[in-house]
T-cell receptor
Framework: DSGVTQTPKHLITATGQRVTLRCSPRSGDLSVYWYQQSLDQGLQFLIQ???????AKGNILERFSAQQFPDLHSELNLSSLELGDSALYFCASSAGAGQGISSYNSPLHFGNGTRLTVT | EDKVVQSPLSLVVHEGDTVTLNCSYE??????LLWYKQEKKAPTFLFMLTSSGIEKKSGRLSSILDKKELFSILNITATQTGDSAVYLC????????????WGLGTSLAVNP
């Protein structure tokens, strides 16, 4: 058990809808990362938050947004869903944000993911 | 453009075989390399390699980094069916913020 909790495990919804995925990081971790994984694309980095602030953006669509709350849990909002958004969405956490030796030496720990199916 | 390439893409072996998975990288400001094992759910952390030539070991798994030739290998000896998974590697890149460049993974199937 990585200590990272994601809910829900599975989500099935129709095109055009909006969903919210939730992530609780490991105790003590300040950074949260969101990844999308589809069969043919591998792990695609979406966005990172550190202690409530956005730190880095990857291939995140404008229809997607995220935030990290004061208690450090994070939510990923996906709107105007399309069939191509069907994927596994992972949240990962780490102790640091990427600055300083200790940050680079802290690996990411992943949650079990949310499987999103858009029909 | 930063990239990480894993090979082979897919591998099928018999229990007891030894396998070597490769991860080569071309990135700027390389800091370290991570290996993960992904079964049906979350990638689970295996190794972090920062220094060249120093082998990290965990049971039947071991890994080493070559920063001159820009690659890492993951060895699994005496494979078991429970080793069947996708093995992912990622290069950690330094900058204003840590960035991970992921490979597409090697799918390993160990047959009894």
């Amino acid at each position: 058990d990585s200590g990272v909790t994601q809910t829900p495990k599975h989500l099935i919804t129709a095109t055009g809808q909006r969903v919210t995925l939730r992530c609780s990081p490991r105790s003590g971790d300040l950074s949260v990362y969101w990844y999308q994984q589809s069969l043919d694309q591998g792990l695609q980095f979406l966005i990172q938050y550190y202690n409530g602030e956005e730190r880095a953006k990857g291939n995140i669509l404008e229809r997607f947004s995220a935030q990290q709350f004061p208690d450090l849990h994070s939510e990923l909002n996906l709107s105007s869903l399309e069939l191509g958004d069907s994927a596994l969405y992972f949240c990962a956490s780490s102790a640091g944000a990427g600055q300083g030796i200790s940050s680079y030496n802290s690996p990411l720990h992943f949650g079990n993911g949310t499987r999103l199916t858009v029909t | 453009e930063d990239k990480v390439v894993q090979s082979p893409l897919s591998l099928v072996v018999h229990e007891g075989d030894t396998v070597t998975l490769n991860c080569s990288y071309e990135v700027t400001n390389f800091r370290s390399l991570l290996w993960y094992k992904q079964e049906k759910k979350a990638p689970t952390f295996l190794f972090m390699l920062t220094s060249s030539g120093i082998e990290k070991k965990s049971g039947r798994l071991s890994s080493i980094l070559d920063k001159k030739e820009l690659f890492s290998i993951l060895n699994i000896t005496a494979t078991q069916t429970g080793d069947s998974a996708v093995y992912l590697c990622a290069a950690v890149v330094a900058g204003n913020n840590r960035k991970l460049i992921w490979g597409l993974g090697t799918s390993l199937a160990v047959n009894p």
